[in-house]
């Protein structure tokens, strides 16, 4: 087995290799005066069990690229089997045609993965389920469900929380860490008027007295969580808390987390935290690496990966 990786998120596959008990495969990915990225494995990987680990998150089409000339390295290197470990899988969110004329980027990318010669996918918390679809090879769709509720668990008096999703498309998201953790759900019933802005209007449940847990997949701009937040507060939750599996924090989204009434933002490091968010006084990150790294050990030995969320 061996692992390798691009520049998306070195410290991530750092926690992995430790997980595995493996040195992390000796590569250079590096780019010419024009920007054009050039890869070399510096090691022998023919009939080897390769796993490249590489978010597609900010840069986006950066570090796309990166894995896709990488896994392109490994296939005309003769590797028996290339697994692309994608903790958060970029373009997501474009999973369906939302206007006339607009594409399904979601599926173009899964096309140029597999087209590159990835022989299998592993990600985390896909934006859709139906994602998996999108694939003409087996892709592994984890969770990080065991890893949030357990530190729910171990943070909150379990009898006096309430799980909360953050609009009515994550419910199913919801209660499944509802139904973990024992704990009864409500809804935020919001209208998004435009992109990247959004609107609090109801609260389907009593959460008076409740400290609050917001479950989402991603953050980008922390609108909807504020706003959720505000809502939740002013229809008397003792307290709000949210964790998110990626914590894409783009433009001021750190900052206004910082000014929320959020007690506590807790995301994974599926995308590399910048310092912004590491020096956030009310943002704490998760490690996923050692539920990568099982199921990344199970995958090399053939053994279920599924049997992780049981």
Known sequence: ???????????????????????????????????????????????????????????????????????????????RRITAVIPYFGYARQDRRSAPRTPISAK???????????DRVMTLDLHAAQIQGFFDIPADNLYAAPVLSRDILERNESENVMVVSPDVGGVVRARSLAKRIGAPLSIVDKRRERAGESEVMNIIGDVAGFNCILVDDIIDSGGTLCNA??????????????????????????????????????????????????????????????????????????????????
């Open 229 to 310: 937040a505000d809502a939740l507060l002013a229809k008397g939750a003792a307290s709000v808390t949210a964790y998110i599996t990626h914590g894409v924090l783009s433009g001021g989204a750190v900052n206004r987390i910082v000014k929320s009434k959020l007690r506590e933002l807790v995301i994974t490091d599926s995308i590399e935290p910048t310092q912004a968010v590491l020096d956030a006084p009310n943002i704490r990150v998760l490690s996923v690496a050692n539920l990568l790294g099982e199921a990344i050990s199970r995958t090399a030995n053939e053994q279920s990966v599924s049997s992780l969320f049981d």
């Open 108 to 118: 173009l990318v899964a096309n140029l993965i597999s087209h590159a010669g990835a």
């Open 1 to 79: 087995m061996k692992l390798l990786a691009g520049n998306s998120n070195p410290t991530l596959t750092k926690r992995i290799a430790e997980y595995l008990g493996i040195e992390k495969s000796d590569c250079s990915v590096r780019r010419f005066a024009d920007e054009e990225i050039f890869v070399e494995v510096h090691e022998n990987v023919r009939g080897s069990d390769v796993f490249v680990v590489q978010p597609t998150s900010f840069p986006a089409n950066d570090n796309l690229m990166e894995l896709l000339i990488l896994i392109d390295a490994l296939r005309r290197s003769s590797a």
